[in-house]
């Protein structure tokens, strides 16, 4: 049976993945340092294991644990792998940032899910993944990790590093979070305006979720008026900077990938239940 360790497991994305994982064919080992962990732990019937042992043991390990957080704890577990064993992260940025421990003899694999789409719903979501060193087999291993951590998984994409962090954090994260943190200051001026809230909300997630979702994804414009589409195009140019696609060029993705590992840019860091914008 293939071992696998989790760390982080009793962390805000781990505890999800520990639920995930503890009916899988895994033998599972559970790495968890912090007490508000080790509790949540305890909550689902489970024992932390000390991380030298879960090493010693592991064919696989997930880091599951906070982007600022991963170069320190990679650098402390990648020395105690098991050759030939498998390091799997669950975003693109600190590997695209050049910030893994260099070790050959073992694979690095980063997953990531597609979350469930409310505007075009399946009864699975999707991975993207991406093998940055490492054999094929050692790839087909991460994969079935993956689709148990993240089940239920219906497709699962293979694409390079970059490819992956083309849709996270650029398209997902840089851009998506963006926008919507414009929607929200929208939303807020249409309630200084005097529009009940309730109405905005009910009223721009209708709109906004059939543009984007249905318009865009099924290349389909017939339903809307030629004024939509006008104003549309006038609103294009009129709010977003002509070089904004450079996110997407080779080096807007490392300096994208580059601010995540370092949890910090320009002074700024993200605060947890704050709002993202800080000036």
């Known amino acids: 049976m293939t071992t696998v360790a989790l760390f982080g ?21 559970y790495v968890e340092p912090g007490a508000a962990g080790i509790e949540r732990l305890k909550e689902l019937g489970l024992s932390p294991t000390p991380a030298a042992e879960a090493l010693k043991k592991a064919d696989a390990v997930i880091l599951a644990v906070p982007d600022a957080l991963m170069e320190k704890i990679a650098g402390e577990v990648v020395p105690g792998m098991r050759s030939g064993a498998i390091l799997i992260t669950l975003d ?22 597609s979350h469930k789409s409310h505007y075009f719903p399946k009864k699975e979501q999707s991975l993207v993944n991406a093998l940055i060193q490492g054999t094929d087999e050692q790839y087909a291993l991460g994969e079935r990790i993956a689709r148990q951590m993240h089940a239920p998984v219906g497709d699962s994409y293979r694409m390079t590093l970059e490819q992956l962090a083309f849709l ?29 809230e309730d109405a905005a909300w009910d009223f721009i997630s209708g709109h906004l979720g059939g543009i984007i979702c249905g318009v865009l994804r099924r290349r389909n414009t017939g339903w809307l008026s030629e004024g939509a589409l006008l104003i549309g195009d006038w609103g294009y140019r ?31 860091k993200a605060l947890a239940g704050t709002t993202i914008r800080t000036d």
Do not use: C
């Open 9 to 29: 497991a009793g962390g805000k994305m781990g505890v999800l993945l520990t639920r995930n994982m503890m009916e899988s064919e895994f033998d599972m080992l």
């Open 92 to 113: 693109a940025a600190v590997p695209l940032a050049g910030r893994l421990p260099a070790r050959a003899d073992v694979a690095y694999l980063v997953t990531h899910p």
């Open 168 to 196: 996270e954090p650029a398209v997902a994260e840089t851009l998506g979070i963006a926008v919507r943190v414009a929607v929200k200051e929208a939303i807020d001026e249409a309630v200084r305006f005097g529009v009940p």
């Open 238 to 268: 009129r709010i977003l900077r002509e070089d904004w696609k450079q996110i997407f060029t080779s080096e807007g993705l490392r300096e994208q990938a580059e601010v995540i590992a370092a949890g910090t840019y320009e002074g700024r």
